[in-house]
């Protein structure tokens, strides 16, 4: 899973941890273990290991935090794909959006929630559980972690989980979730060049705050930012267009009562574009398809008296769409059953010609040339 590591699975949810998260794990550890190694009662690698073990503790928060994103996604009825630690934090791959509003601000704001509530346990342990001073200090560092994983996850831009608090409101308001999208990864590229000045001018010495961490996450919100508003963008152009816009132009239709040497002569001979013809009746019904191929199952002798309808065989049949249904939903069609092409008929059942993927990317580089020009 694009050079991740699969360390585990959890209420059906498989776990990952991408190479960078051991960047991250050995930095906290070294840098927690030597704040550990002052106190005077650890001595040897006891410091190390209980930074290490602060580490596994932090990354456990993040997971938790990802859960709460998960459990509520599930009980929506959407599947979660995979829980991911790479070196900003983690990541919840779920397999579809939510399909209200209120699920979607349900599902972001749970995250942050777990959090806020771990913040609470960590806090009432160290205030009033007489702890070893070393333990209360990791204590109250986990304390201060979860409590700063919610509130930076609360900064309302995409990816983060504010941002998608965001994009639900803007959802609920427009009643678009396409615009509640390109809304919030606007507001969260804002914050990735904040990051990113802000971070840029720490590193040179010019900025008492940030780090070259802040420049590192505002690159990451920034690029993040981006793909989510270009992604809806193009949906919402998808969802402006139809199957019947991104039909092939003269798309291979023959007509049944067509005889084999006609159609050899007409379609196939010194054409090399089409391997597979629709077949309509006389009113332009889809009957079927014919591939070039069955062409020699049959004499060339007998091509004169052998008509295309003839050749129809039942695998042939192509899936059909709606001329009027949206070329987003088309789009997801093509992706859920993996077909390479599908049939476009109108109301009364006519065909009105063939598409394919390449013929809506296609369409979708025409309609953004159109945009820029």
Do not use: C
């Amino acid at each position: 899973m694009n050079g991740n590591i699969r360390v585990g699975n959890l209420f059906g949810i498989p776990f990952y941890v991408s190479p960078s998260w051991f960047i991250v794990l050995g930095i906290v550890t070294l840098t927690y273990g030597g704040q550990l190694a002052l106190f005077p009662q650890l001595s040897g690698i006891t410091p190390w290991i209980l930074g290490l073990i602060t580490a596994l503790l932090l990354f456990a928060s993040v997971i938790a935090h990802e859960l709460g994103h998960s459990l509520v996604a599930i009980s929506q009825k959407i599947g979660v794909k995979s829980i991911t630690l790479f070196i900003f934090g983690g990541l919840a791959s779920l397999e579809k959006e939510s399909e209200t509003p209120l699920e979607a601000f349900l599902v972001a704001i749970a995250g942050p929630l777990v959090s806020l509530l771990l913040f609470g346990l960590f806090t009432i342990i160290g205030v009033n559980v007489s702890l070893p001073l070393p333990i209360a200090a990791i204590v109250s560092l986990l304390a201060s972690i979860n409590l700063a994983l919610a509130l930076f996850n609360l900064i309302p831009g995409l990816p983060l989980d504010g941002g998608n608090v965001l994009k639900a409101l803007v959802w609920k308001i427009t009643g678009n979730p396409n615009q509640g999208i390109i809304f919030a990864s606007r507001v969260g590229q804002v914050f990735g060049w904040l990051a990113i000045m802000i971070g840029g001018l720490a590193v040179v010495g010019l900025s008492p705050i940030g780090s070259f961490w802040t420049l590192l996450i505002g690159f990451f919100l920034l690029q993040n930012a981006g793909s989510s508003a270009q992604s809806a963008q193009i949906q919402e152009t998808m969802n402006g267009l139809t199957a019947e816009d991104a039909v092939i132009p003269n798309s291979p239709i023959v007509n049944q009562d067509l005889n084999l040497r006609s159609f050899a002569n007409d379609y196939v001979i010194g054409q090399n574009k089409w391997s597979k013809f629709l077949v309509t009746d006389e009113a332009g019904n889809l009957l079927g398809a014919i591939a070039t191929d069955d062409l020699k199952k049959v004499a060339t002798s007998d091509w004169t008296k052998i008509l295309v309808k003839e050749l129809i065989q039942p695998n042939q049949v192509l899936t059909t769409v709606r001329s009027n249904q949206t070329l987003l939903e088309v789009v997801k069609l093509l992706e859920q059953q993996r077909i390479p092409q599908l049939a476009v008929v109108n109301e009364n059942g006519i065909v009105v010609g063939l598409l394919e993927k390449a013929s809506v990317i296609n369409l979708l580089q025409q309609k953004a040339l159109l945009k820029t020009a």
